[in-house]
């Protein structure tokens, strides 16, 4: 069984950095894409950013030129560096995983406040 073990969140300023940390376990399989979504309240989940395994990345517009996603040593590991935080990127953070079969797994969660 794949789990993903995310870390990171906390509470910040307007202006601050975070960093979260993503480490996936089990028979992944090997990985299509691994990265972090999230959730604001009242809203849908969104890509954040997202990392294929030959180390392509994709941002959301909202977040390019803040946020840089990046590998550790390990192929099953992925950061998220969050830079001039602003007060709506307060969300829950999901650390996503596909594999190569296609089958997607999700962490539970890092919640990020952004105070104002």
């Known amino acids: 069984q794949v789990q993903l073990v995310e870390s990171g969140g906390g509470l910040v300023q307007a202006g601050g950095s975070l960093r979260l940390s993503c480490t996936g376990s089990?028979?992944?399989?090997?990985?299509?894409?691994m990265g972090w979504y999230r959730q604001a309240p009242g809203k849908q989940r969104e890509l954040v950013a997202t990392m294929t395994g030959d180390d392509s990345s994709d941002y959301a517009d909202s977040v390019k030129g803040r946020f840089t996603i990046s590998r550790g040593n390990a192929k099953n590991t992925r950061y998220l560096q969050m830079d001039s935080l602003k007060p709506e990127d307060t969300a829950v953070y999901y650390c996503?995983?596909?594999?190569?079969?296609?089958?997607?797994?999700w962490g539970k969660g890092t919640l990020v406040t952004v105070s104002s």
């Open positions: 089990g028979l992944i399989f090997g990985i299509n894409s």
């Open positions: 996503h995983l596909r594999n190569s079969y296609g089958v997607t797994y």
